[in-house]
């Protein structure tokens, strides 16, 4: 593989927080990755319609990561009304991209642990590679022991050691990797809006002079 991989990280963005700005940072540094794209979601198929609009959520993620030469603003999902599955995405961006660039899709180890509900779950390693990004003091063996039976056959088969090994190939590995664990949840920050109370340093400053100024969530119960 002459060029280097590329990070996706899926989501609401509801809104984007420095929870997932780490996680793509700490990954698209240990992965060597030439690019990490944002790709907010459209109509989410595992949970309700976003409480912002797509315009609003695209507008947030794009003042996000503004200044981080690694990050990327991808709209493939976003102006979507049908329900966003991730295995067609991925498959819309092999089309544009080739065969042969290594793409890395990232999900939490809670995500991971629920991935053989995904749709066409398998198809995704035939499309990327899986980096699972688990927080500091998770417990590996508990985690493991939790995993669904056809999905843990799937891990004990692909997992990757070595960052590196996610280079040599376009897709079909899983590599686990510990990052720093912020402990804020996009529902958190939209109840604590609702009540009228502050956000600063959980989200960028550009992220909540946004939401000020378009008074976002503020009708939420």
């Avoid at 590995?173 to 664990?181: C, F, L, N």
């Amino acid at each position: 593989m002459s060029a280097r991989p590329i990070g996706l990280l899926g989501g609401t963005f509801d809104p984007v927080h420095l929870g997932h700005l780490r996680l793509a940072e700490e990954l698209g540094e240990a992965l060597g990755l030439a690019e990490v794209r944002f790709l907010p979601t459209g109509t989410p198929p595992h949970r309700t319609q976003p409480a912002a609009s797509a315009a609003d959520r695209l507008a947030m993620v794009r003042l996000a990561i503004a200044g981080n030469p690694r990050f990327v603003l991808d709209e493939h999902e976003i102006h979507k009304t049908a329900p966003c599955y991730m295995v067609d995405t991925l498959t819309e961006l092999r089309a544009e991209l080739g065969s042969e660039r290594p793409l890395v899709l990232f999900v939490g180890a809670d995500a991971f642990l629920g991935l053989a509900t995904w749709h066409d779950w398998r198809r995704l390693f035939d499309l990327a590679h899986l980096a699972v990004a688990q927080r500091p003091g998770f417990d590996p063996a508990g985690w493991q022991a939790a995993i669904p039976a056809a999905l843990a056959a799937e891990l004990e088969r692909r997992r990757c050691e070595v960052a590196d090994g996610l280079h040599s190939s376009p897709a079909g590995r899983i590599y686990v990797h510990e990052i720093t664990q912020l402990d804020i949840a996009a529902r958190r920050l939209r109840a604590l809006l609702a009540a009228g109370r502050s956000v600063r340093y959980l989200v960028p400053e550009a992220v909540l002079d946004y939401i000020e100024r378009h008074r976002l969530y503020r009708q939420e119960t």
